[in-house]
């Protein structure tokens, strides 16, 4: 019940039953801590197969937020995850899955035709009151918006690798994005427990526009072999405080997204050096080398 004086655009579009397209790093990420904080969640991939893989690793993190927040309560810990999983049901029909939605978030892969294929048929199944949003790291938000007739409810919500714990989420809209819009993807998001930040649609927007030319730059410094990954990466842990170092977040990030964003940005931009794609780095996506989740970037993990 909505009391009179709580009755604000923002309070009328509180967002409760939330829709994530793909269940990888990301969207399971996003689903997790969705359903965590109470949201009703359906969670859509390609196969069951893929979303087994996706409700173990949810498993997984919630498992080891609920050790966190409740230390010496084993029982609160199980029942925190037994709530959070019953909030997260599995489909593989991404047009049925979005015919109670108050939001949609779209977390597939970095390809602009694939998510426009998506876009335009979720748009015709969708209900009128349901708000789009892509986590695209690095495509325009209004080009993706484009094949639909929801600019108005369509925006960028931009999440953070691992979303259970990184605190930032950056909000874009998009010239078309209406205010109520806006105010209800800001509001869901602090509901969510993420500390939010507004963003115009340009390229990577606030963290990516930095980190990525950032990454690339350290990865250069490595193969002119002005020094070693692992004194980078020590260097910019203990002088200037960051938690990982450069080289071992760009096998955390992924090679094939990082490599993807700046082959993206060098094609729009190429005048732009710091939008360079790396030798070294398009020679481990070529050799099937992505980081952390193939087991060997820069660095072999076990
Ligand atoms: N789920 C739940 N909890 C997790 C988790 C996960 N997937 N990963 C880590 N944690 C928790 C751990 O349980 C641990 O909790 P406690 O403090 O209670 O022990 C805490 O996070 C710290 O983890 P670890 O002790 O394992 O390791 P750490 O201290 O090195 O932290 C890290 C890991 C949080 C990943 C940290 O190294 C870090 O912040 N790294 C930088 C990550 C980053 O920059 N991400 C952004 C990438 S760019 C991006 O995502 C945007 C894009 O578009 C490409
Ligand atoms: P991922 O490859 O781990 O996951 C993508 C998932 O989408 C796969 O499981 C795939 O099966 C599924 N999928 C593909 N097409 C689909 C469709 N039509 N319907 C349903 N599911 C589909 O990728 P990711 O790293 O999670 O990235 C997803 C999105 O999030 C990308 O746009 C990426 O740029 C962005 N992003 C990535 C990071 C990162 O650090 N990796 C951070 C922020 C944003």
Redesign the pocket.
Known sequence: IITRGLATSAARNAIKNVTVIGGGL?GS?IA?VAAQTGHNVTLVEVNADILKKAEG?IV??????A??MYKDDAAAAKKFLEETQSRIKGSTEPAKSVSDADLVIEAIVENMDIKHKLFKSLDEAAPAKTIFAS????LSIGEIASVTSRKDRFGGL?????????KLLEVVRIPETSEDTYQAMMAWGKAIGKTCITCKDTP?FV??RL??PYLAEAIRMMERGDASARDIDIAMKLGAG???GPIE?SD???HD??NS?VQGWHKKFPDNPLFKPCDSQQKLVAAGKLGVKTGEGYYKYN
């Open positions: 990301m990420g997790q690793s997984n993190s919630v498992g080891r937020v050790k966190k986590n695209t790291s690095s931009h999440f953070f690798n691992p979303v259970a714990v990184m990577g963290v990516n980190l990525v960051y938690p990982m977040l955390y990030v992924g997204t990082s964003i």
